[in-house]
């Protein structure tokens, strides 16, 4: 079992930033990738980011250059620094934990097994 608990999320402006937090227990931090998504209100749940063990990350188009994912394993913790914000980013984020061992993208929600209860992200135009 993993629990997974985000935090951060909140009301930001158009061009604002926010850091999201995703903290870990239960399995090992360090045994697997680490997955942010998120879901806007009559929108399926959409890839983010996501980091191997190793630091190789995975970011979706929309996303790269304005989003940077990070994990520390010491501290079994999961970061989403998010820059340049738009209305369109508005949505509940959720951290995710992935299979182990599981070969795929990285980029499919069906990859992750645990998932955080999610944070609000709402960006103000």
């Known amino acids: 079992q993993v629990q997974l608990v985000e935090s951060g999320g909140g009301l930001v402006q158009a061009g604002g930033s926010l850091r999201l937090s995703c903290a870990a227990s239960?399995?090992?931090?360090?045994?697997?990738?680490m997955g942010w998504f998120r879901q806007a209100p009559g929108k399926e749940r959409e890839f983010v980011a996501s980091?191997?063990?190793?630091?190789?990350?995975f970011y979706a188009d929309s996303m790269k250059g304005r989003f940077t994912i990070s994990r520390d394993n010491a501290k079994n913790t999961l970061w989403l620094q998010m820059n340049s914000l738009k209305p369109e980013d508005t949505a509940v984020y959720y951290c995710?934990?992935?299979?182990?061992?599981?070969?795929?993208?990285?980029?499919?929600?069906?990859?992750?097994?645990?998932w955080g209860q999610g944070t609000q992200v709402t960006v103000s135009s």
């Open positions: 995710a934990a992935r299979r182990p061992g599981y070969s795929g993208t990285y980029k499919l929600a069906s990859e992750y097994e645990y």
């Open positions: 239960g399995r090992a931090f360090t045994n697997t990738a």
């Open positions: 980091i191997r063990r190793n630091g190789y990350t």
